[in-house]
């Protein structure tokens, strides 16, 4: 059997180190915003996933870590986590698995061929898939927009600015996964003031202009065909006024071709201007005036970050979802894209909050994701109308639990609906969105969940709207055309001389951009509160 893969081969001898992990990150990370910490369970899951690689390694005769970054690597990670959320014959946990046969993947979320383990070519199929792949939520930082951001928040943010560009973006979407759109977005700052000579910290990692520029390069080495779309980051309670930020939609709305608009009510920029108010609620005057604003332009999308608690600048209160209900009533024409969907709303760090389960309709404190199913509820809004479920970064919250993940997909078709859940992963920070990709090629909810709680299958016809039709459909793309014109572009001419000359899982080691450690993040996040700064 091949043993190894050209991009490991053609590594220089200088070149840093690879550490030895499963394709799925199992230990502490971070997108700049949050931190999440590696719990007991994923550090006994990552020791099971290696454990059991090295045995499967030694079976094929190949070295471990090839043999991770192989799509045998992928499925023997997969069935590790299958096993250990108890779907494999034991309910205890990842303790006594170690011991565990090929044989025993049984059934579950994640139910994977265990022949594949040991197969390249059952292997590929397990992992490979032509859906259309269309993340809603990704970021790269521009090195420009950051030159007003003092040197304190640099020496910590600067290393995930650098990593994170606009090229590493475009390999990393686009050469190095299979997905086939994206929207462009942005974390939240402060404007500017008109005076050149005023000096004073402010601005987004990337701005509004940087997003349209951004674009439409990547469109054109694409053929203009429109691969990128962006939003607007918009700022409700920024001191500079509400009259200042409606005028700046009108602006980029009429001459910028913006496809949406962006609001992180949780954000808090009275930490850096005192003339600023710290957080809001959607159902507060000034974000009315942005939704009534952009629905009188004619761009009725608006997403928001909801749940995922952020740090010290950030507002939990105002992170919790429960005005979503409130503006969907009121604004039946607009659609309201809730970034996280929710995820451990209630919380003040994702450390505390426990594994998504079943929504409980008599819990008088619903959190997490049951908070936003809540708020729907309340305000009598259903399935499929106009609230969407985004999930980049809840992902990274459920996707080592299989039936975590399997209550939170299955809440989300049953309340918000099949049609209003797209996919998102808050890449280019975690690396190429890949990964996630074939986890969620392999997800399903078992026939006891669905008929215990009522979800909805995720079967290949959910599993496609998830992924992409969807968001087509929310953004007016039409799949069919898009994808053609896709497989002319310059780029997928160049990721198929890429796929030939260097292999398939070029993405394999990947480690996340933000800081990895406790500490790091806590002197980020104090030097980055100082200015507003995410992180």
């Known amino acids: 059997m091949k043993t190894k893969f050209p991009w490991l081969t053609r590594r220089k001898k200088t070149d840093p180190e690879i550490l030895l992990e499963p394709p799925l990150w199992m230990k502490s990370c971070s997108n700049g915003e949050y931190f999440h910490f590696q719990t007991p369970y994923e550090k006994k899951l990552r020791e099971f996933v290696l454990r059991k690689a090295d045995d499967n390694a030694r079976r094929v005769g190949m070295d471990r870590r090839d043999f991770l970054a192989s799509a045998m690597g992928m499925v023997t990670t997969l069935w590790c986590i299958n096993w250990a959320s108890g779907c494999g014959g034991s309910s205890s946990g990842v303790g006594p698995v170690a011991d565990a046969g090929k044989d025993a993947g049984g059934g579950g979320p994640l139910c994977v061929p265990p022949d594949a383990m040991f197969d390249p070519n059952a292997a590929c199929e397990v992992v490979s898939g032509d859906q259309f792949i269309f993340d809603v939520q990704t970021h790269w930082f521009s090195s420009e927009d950051t030159r007003r951001f003092p040197p304190s928040v640099l020496t910590t943010f600067g290393p995930l600015f650098v990593i994170a560009n606009e090229n590493r973006y475009i390999n990393q979407m686009f050469l190095n996964s299979d997905t086939t759109m994206a929207v462009l977005t942005s974390w939240p700052g402060t404007a500017c003031p008109d005076d050149p000579s005023n000096m004073d910290p402010c601005g987004l990692p990337l701005s509004n202009e940087s997003m349209v520029a951004s674009r439409d390069k990547i469109n054109q080495l694409a053929f203009n065909t429109q691969r990128v779309v962006q939003h607007f980051q918009l700022l409700p309670k920024d001191p500079t006024g509400i009259d200042k930020q409606k005028e700046l939609m009108t602006k980029l709305y009429c001459d910028r071709g913006v496809s949406g608009w962006k609001m992180y009510p949780g954000f808090n920029p009275g930490s ?16 009315r005036q942005i939704i009534e604003h952009g629905l009188s332009l004619g761009l009725n999308r608006f ?24 503006v969907a009533k009121d604004y039946p024409q607009a659609n309201f894209i809730i970034y996280h969907s929710g995820i451990c709303s209630g919380f003040d760090t994702t450390a505390e909050a426990p594994p998504e389960g079943p929504y409980d309709p008599a819990d008088p404190d619903p959190k997490g994701v049951n908070a936003l199913i809540r708020s729907l509820a309340d305000n009598g809004i259903g399935p499929n109308q106009n609230v969407y479920a985004e999930v980049g970064s809840a992902l990274d919250q459920v996707r080592n639990n299989a039936t975590a993940s399997a209550h939170f997909f299955g809440k989300l078709m049953k309340y918000v609906g099949v049609d209003r859940v797209v996919w998102g992963t808050d890449c280019v920070i975690y690396g190429s969105p890949q990964p996630y990709i074939e986890w969620f090629r392999n997800l399903t909810i078992p026939e006891e969940l669905q008929q215990q709680y009522g979800y909805p299958p995720l079967d290949a016809t959910n599993r496609a709207k998830i992924f992409g039709l969807n968001a087509a459909k929310l953004y007016g793309i039409d799949v069919q055309a898009k994808r053609c014109r896709v497989q002319t572009s310059e780029l997928e001419r160049l990721r198929r001389q890429l796929d030939e000359e260097y292999g398939t899982r070029r993405w394999a080691f990947q480690e996340p951009a933000g800081p990895k450690t406790w500490s790091e993040y806590v002197e980020h996040s104090k030097r980055s509160a100082l200015v507003g700064r995410p992180g």
Request: glycine share 16%; proline share 10%; with cysteine.
């Open 272 to 287: 850096i201007d005192p003339r600023g108010v710290g957080g809001y609620f959607l159902d507060e005057a000034e974000p």
């Open 303 to 326: 997403c928001v970050h909801k749940g995922l608690p952020i740090g010290a600048f950030f507002l939990k209160e105002h992170n919790h979802p429960r005005d979503v209900g409130v």
